[in-house]
């Protein structure tokens, strides 16, 4: 048999041996603590004790309240409200404050699609302002740009972990008389300046699922310093049109409530999770400033800036990738280093944890491309006697546009216990990656 001339590449994704094959280990903050705090509940028998009526138990059971005082305690705000998810603790954050059809909220182009959905529940339009190149956060000017008469609120993320430009867009906000909701989802325990992700807005929300930095499965939080939208808040989550009569409260816009409440379980789990964020998050801190060092070191990747002032949790790592200077697209070069590594243990299904663009930009779903969200009619977009204009074609949001398609990936590997030493197979990676970069062009 005549013999191939071709040589054998090294590179996995064609047919090499790949850099590591044993999974990453699985990130499981869930221990002992908390197998003896859902023991304690259940011993107890009170598995939730909400009551959709004004009573003493409107408020929920001992281990809720319990939690939203440590956790009002742990982040330095007025009043902590427990939800059953970030999503449901942002519908009660748009509905307190007062949204309703014709309205209009500017959103994030690039984050998990909640934060920008969640206004059409109460018949607003999204506006999707553009975020910053370095940050990933909404852009200040961006913001200003959108703002119109309509203009109710403004959604900012704190993607990926990174704190909003707090003080330039609460100044935004001031001037135009607009309140501003915090998805800080991805970001419990970061700091901006001295003040905690999560408490720099009006309403800040917080989410506990299951790949968030500590969970309960699924759950949120609520935080505020106001007394006022505190209570709505609590309404909206606990059926507030069948309490607010007899607790005495007049003003009706938006008291429809939900049942977004969370369970004695989950609450108790929160409690033994709350202590230790500041553990877990200084051991990832510490992997993503090993990863930021060594990968930077490969010309045309370099590690994403932090804010002035700001701590960062990474939720994700974010980096930026060069394909002039690398000379293969990003999505090629990053597969290459996918097929080196393995997936990682629980998660076995999603694949390596490493990927370029994060999210398509939201305006280029098919709800806004459709404009078809709540009923066959288009509402809230053709509602009314002045339905929205608002256009959600491609080029709307040049830098989110950039860093989707060719200029961010994100990894997770960071995420304890993930040591050092497994890091450096994620390192060998990109290095074999890179010094192989040729066969990909």
């Given at each position: 048999?005549k013999?191939?001339?071709?040589?054998?590449?090294?590179?996995?994704?064609?047919?090499?041996?790949?850099?590591?094959?044993?999974?990453?280990?699985a990130?499981?903050?869930?221990?002992?603590?908390?197998?003896?705090?859902?023991?304690?509940?259940?011993?107890?028998?009170?598995?939730?004790?909400?009551?959709?009526?004004?009573?003493?138990?409107?408020?929920?059971?001992?281990?809720?309240?319990?939690?939203?005082?440590?956790?009002?305690?742990?982040?330095?705000?007025?009043?902590?409200?427990?939800v059953?998810?970030?999503?449901?603790?942002?519908?009660?954050?748009?509905?307190?404050?007062?949204?309703?059809?014709?309205?209009?909220?500017?959103?994030?182009?690039?984050?998990?699609?909640?934060?920008?959905?969640?206004?059409?529940?109460?018949?607003?339009?999204?506006v999707?302002?553009?975020?910053?190149?370095?940050?990933?956060?909404?852009?200040?000017?961006?913001?200003?740009?959108?703002?119109?008469?309509?203009?109710?609120?403004?959604?900012?993320?704190?993607?990926?972990?990174?704190?909003?430009?707090?003080?330039?867009?609460?100044?935004?906000?001031?001037?135009?008389?607009?309140?501003?909701?915090?998805?800080?989802?991805?970001?419990?325990?970061?700091?901006?300046?001295?003040?905690?992700?999560?408490?720099?807005?009006?309403i800040?929300?917080?989410?506990?699922?299951?790949?968030?930095?500590?969970?309960?499965?699924?759950?949120?939080?609520?935080?505020?310093?106001?007394?006022?939208?505190?209570?709505?808040?609590?309404?909206?989550?606990?059926?507030?049109?069948?309490?607010?009569?007899?607790?005495?409260?007049?003003?009706?816009?938006?008291?429809?409530?939900?049942?977004?409440?969370?369970?004695?379980?989950q609450?108790?789990?929160?409690?033994?999770?709350?202590?230790?964020?500041?553990?877990?998050?200084?051991?990832?801190?510490?992997?993503?400033?090993?990863?930021?060092?060594e990968?930077?070191?490969?010309?045309?990747?370099?590690?994403?800036?932090?804010?002035?002032?700001?701590?960062?949790?990474?939720?994700?790592?974010?980096?930026?990738?060069?394909?002039?200077?690398?000379?293969?697209?990003?999505?090629?070069?990053?597969?290459?280093?996918?097929?080196?590594?393995?997936?990682?243990?629980?998660?076995?299904?999603?694949?390596?944890?490493?990927?370029?663009?994060?999210?398509?930009?939201?305006?280029?779903?098919?709800?806004?491309?459709?404009?078809?969200?709540?009923?066959?009619?288009g509402?809230?977009?053709?509602?009314?006697s002045?339905?929205?204009?608002?256009?959600?074609?491609?080029?709307?949001?040049?830098?989110?546009?950039?860093?989707?398609?060719?200029?961010?990936?994100?990894?997770?590997?960071?995420?304890?216990?993930?040591?050092?030493?497994?890091?450096?197979?994620?390192?060998?990676?990109?290095?074999?990656?890179?010094?192989?970069?040729?066969?990909?062009?």
């Amino acid at each position: 048999m005549k013999k191939s001339n071709q040589r054998r590449s090294e590179l996995a994704i064609f047919g090499g041996k790949p850099v590591r094959t044993m999974k990453f280990p699985a990130y499981r903050p869930i221990g002992e603590e908390e197998r003896l705090a859902v023991d304690r509940v259940m011993r107890s028998g009170i598995l939730s004790r909400y009551l959709g009526v004004w009573h003493e138990d409107f408020y929920g059971g001992p281990e809720v309240q319990a939690f939203e005082r440590e956790w009002a305690a742990y982040f330095g705000v007025r009043h902590a409200i427990a939800v059953n998810s970030c999503t449901s603790g942002l519908l009660c954050a748009v509905g307190a404050l007062a949204i309703g059809p014709g309205d209009e909220v500017i959103v994030s182009p690039f984050t998990m699609a909640a934060s920008a959905t969640v206004p059409l529940w109460y018949g607003a339009i999204p506006v999707f302002a553009d975020i910053e190149p370095e940050y990933f956060c909404l852009d200040p000017k961006s913001i200003e740009a959108c703002i119109t008469p309509r203009t109710k609120a403004i959604i900012v993320v704190d993607v990926f972990g990174q704190p909003y430009d707090a003080d330039a867009i609460n100044a935004i906000a001031k001037k135009h008389n607009i309140k501003v909701i915090e998805d800080c989802a991805q970001a419990p325990g970061a700091r901006y300046k001295k003040s905690f992700a999560g408490s720099l807005a009006d309403i800040g929300v917080y989410s506990l699922n299951y790949h968030k930095h500590i969970h309960t499965g699924e759950g949120g939080v609520i935080a505020t310093d106001d007394d006022t939208l505190a209570n709505k808040l609590r309404l909206i989550r606990n059926h507030a049109e069948a309490v607010v009569e007899d607790k005495g409260d007049t003003d009706l816009v938006n008291m429809v409530g939900f049942n977004f409440r969370l369970t004695e379980l989950q609450a108790a789990i929160g409690r033994e999770q709350l202590k230790k964020l500041s553990k877990l998050l200084s051991d990832r801190v510490a992997n993503c400033n090993y990863l930021a060092r060594e990968l930077s070191k490969i010309s045309g990747i370099r590690s994403a800036t932090v804010r002035p002032n700001t701590t960062h949790s990474y939720y994700v790592q974010p980096f930026l990738y060069d394909e002039k200077v690398i000379g293969v697209h990003r999505d090629k070069f990053i597969e290459s280093v996918r097929a080196e590594l393995p997936a990682t243990e629980l998660r076995e299904l999603e694949g390596t944890q490493i990927s370029g663009g994060f999210v398509k930009p939201l305006y280029l779903l098919p709800l806004f491309q459709k404009k078809i969200a709540i009923g066959k009619n288009g509402f809230p977009f053709t509602s009314g006697s002045n339905p929205s204009t608002q256009s959600y074609g491609k080029g709307l949001c040049p830098v989110t546009e950039r860093m989707y398609e060719k200029e961010l990936f994100i990894h997770e590997f960071m995420r304890p216990p993930v040591t050092h030493k497994d890091l450096e197979d994620v390192v060998e990676a990109f290095t074999k990656v890179y010094a192989h970069r040729d066969e990909l062009r």
